[in-house]
């Protein structure tokens, strides 16, 4: 049990150092602030130490008026008469309290300020790395988990460094001075003291230990409870439509209680451990006074040695029982700073390969040069992939369901790499043109277009940043959005709903549009922009579609086929393949799968698109 203890507590000295390593560029910047802060910690401590000894030269010097107590430093005290002596030493009182203060408020604040600078940068560090994360890493991790880990654990790391961690510098530091003192005026005495100490931190290093492994249950338990939350409230029509409230009700309470067991047991080990300390310390007073008493008596100790000994041993029981809660504390800062340098840690997959180049204004010309991925290395989606377009071309992906639409559009936005294969825009391969200015000419429309909970102004604003009034105004128009703006009670300036919700499909599609539309970009990308619409929407959606693509390469993917015939180019795709290619007349002509979907809809002119894949897959 010792053995594990010791191993834990082990672990806390490895994940400082893996902490101050990572955010050592951050901790180098802030080196003045942090020296200095230190340095007036150390004076603080020795302050400390020096605030029993005027209390001994009035016992000794004074009330038993010895004149060989004092060192060389204070031989003119010799001379001085009683009187003078005693007020002299009662100002010295209160300048040791006056100068600590000072010095104390110094290092806290020093310390403090550097370690809101520092983490405050972390931070955003780690807000724009999850941002700039791959998909396939966002999958994987909850979001609910992700926002406790920028929000709850920078922030425990925070009040852990400025509460507890310059506290316990200060602690550690004042312990050993007053061992060193405590030897220098009598070696058996300090070493009783000293004693206690490998008791004492075999003890709590294996409370410590098994504190830390609570609480890391602990947080990821709460992450999981965050991530329920977030899903029901982010699913709440489905969840009130299903009358899903008890079931959901049901799993929540197990994650909750399951959430306070943890959290009760790791508050419970923190309690014992702070009575243990406490009952260690008195042990080791009561054998001071009785040992130091009896010197006293043989004459090799003064009763202000006594009183010296007795101070510093009291004095540190406050440090020592806050050690022993701290490192408890600490090593929960330390699991929250690690949760941290996890996430900092993942390099996302996609990202600007070595020698990449921001992209030139396209031309617009895509092409897939046997392109196969897969989300999973052991299944493939895509098999393979060819094809290349011109510049202006309007392209049109269909085919049933899940049969690989979406993640080829995915592939040429870089949001996943192929796992084989090259895709060329202008002839160059896309990775080797920086992400971003590859992203930023490629305008996307989905078929649920998720708005920001800013106004109508920055959500098309976002299409392009820095855009002007006027710009926004045209993106509108050109989507069809500015009339029903202008309806709304504050325009342009009217703040959506979280992800849009307080407007209609249709309107949140021509917005998404105008977003797309403000970037002018020669490729746009449209994932089945009208489904779910209904007849009017779809007629406004559809013209606002027609202006945005014009003149650019376009990808449509739709279920429905009579809206490409008009393309200048349909790629039909089956599991991951294109099975046939060309226009509406030539893919006609061939009779083939996608004259048979065709057929199909047309005949059954009230089949939905989910029947005709039924009927696809049978
Ligand atoms: N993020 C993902 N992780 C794992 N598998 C995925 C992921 N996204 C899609 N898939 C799988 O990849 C396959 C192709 O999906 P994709 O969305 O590209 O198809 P699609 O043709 O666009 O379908 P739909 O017409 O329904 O939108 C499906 O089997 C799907 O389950």
């Known amino acids: 049990m010792i053995q594990t203890g010791e191993k834990e507590l082990k672990g806390i000295i490895p994940g400082s150092w893996r902490i101050l390593a990572r955010f050592w560029p951050q901790i180098r910047q802030r080196k003045l602030l942090i020296g200095s802060s230190l340095f007036a910690l150390l004076a603080e401590t020795a302050l400390g130490l020096l605030e029993p000894w005027p209390l001994k030269f009035i016992f000794d010097g004074v009330l038993l008026s010895k004149t060989d107590i004092y060192p060389d430093i204070l031989g003119f005290a010799r001379g001085l008469s009683p009187l003078w002596l005693l007020a002299l030493l009662a100002a010295s009182i209160v300048a040791i309290a006056a100068l600590r203060s000072v010095t104390a408020y110094l290092s806290t604040y020093g310390m403090a300020l550097a370690a809101i600078q520092v983490l405050s940068e972390v931070r955003s560090n780690l807000y724009s790395h999850i941002q700039r994360l791959s998909l396939s890493f966002h999958q994987r991790f909850k979001s609910g988990d992700l926002i406790a880990r920028v929000t709850y654990d920078i922030e425990r790391l925070r009040l852990v460094t400025i ?102 047991r790791s508050l419970k080990l923190a309690i014992f451990l702070e009575g243990l300390v406490k009952v260690l310390m008195a042990l080791v007073l009561a054998f001071v006074v009785w040992r130091s008493s009896l010197l006293v008596l043989q004459k090799t100790l003064t009763p202000g040695d006594v009183l010296i000994f007795v101070n510093y041993l009291k004095t540190a029981f406050d440090p020592m029982r806050q050690i022993s809660k701290q490192i408890g504390q600490i090593a929960k800062a330390i699991a929250s700073g690690e949760r941290a340098i996890d996430i900092l840690d993942y390099e996302p997959h996609v990202r600007d390969f070595p020698g990449a180049t921001k992209a030139h204004p396209f031309y617009g010309s895509v092409s897939f040069q046997d392109v196969s991925f897969g989300y999973d290395p052991n299944r493939q989606i895509l098999k393979q992939v060819n094809f290349a377009v011109e510049p202006g071309q309007q392209i049109a992906l269909v085919g049933p369901s899940g049969s690989g639409k979406s993640t080829l559009a995915s592939l040429l936005l870089r949001l996943y790499d192929p796992t084989d294969g090259g895709i060329l825009i202008d002839g160059r391969d896309i990775r080797s043109y920086k992400l971003d200015s590859l992203r930023q000419q490629i305008s996307v429309v989905m078929q649920d277009s998720v708005l920001f909970a800013v106004s109508i102004r920055e959500n098309i604003t976002y299409g392009r940043l820095g855009a002007t009034d006027a710009e926004v105004e045209h993106a509108a128009r050109l989507a069809n959005a500015h009339d029903f703006i202008m309806d709304l009670p504050q325009g342009y300036d009217t703040v959506v709903s979280e992800r849009g919700g307080t407007l209609s499909g249709g309107q949140r599609q021509r917005i998404a549009i105008a977003r797309a539309a403000i970037r002018h970009s020669p490729i746009v990308i449209l994932d089945e922009p009208t489904t779910g619409l209904d007849g009017a929407s779809e007629h406004a959606v559809n013209e ?53 979907l065709y057929r199909l809809q047309n005949d059954a002119n009230n089949l939905d698109p989910q029947g005709i894949e039924h009927v696809l897959e049978a």
């Open 544 to 596: 606002a579609l027609n202006r945005l693509t014009q003149g650019s390469t376009t990808f449509l993917i739709s279920h429905n086929l009579r809206a490409v015939e008009r393309f200048d180019l349909i790629f039909y795709i089956e599991k991951g393949e294109i099975l046939e290619r060309g226009t509406h007349p030539e893919l006609m002509a061939q009779a083939g799968r996608y004259a048979q």
């Open 163 to 264: 509460k507890t961690a310059l506290p316990f510098m200060a602690n550690v530091v004042t312990i050993v001075g007053m061992m060193g003192v405590m030897f220098w005026l009598n070696w058996e005495l300090a070493l009783i003291s000293i004693a206690i100490f490998p008791l004492f931190a075999i003890t709590t290093s294996n409370i410590v230990g098994k504190i830390r492994k609570e609480t890391n249950k602990h947080r990821n338990s709460e992450g999981a409870i965050a991530d329920t939350t977030s899903e029901t409230i982010g699913a709440i029509r489905v969840v009130q439509a299903l009358s899903l409230h008890d079931m959901l009700e049901q799993n929540f309470l197990i994650q909750n209680t399951k959430s306070l067991q943890e959290g009760v």
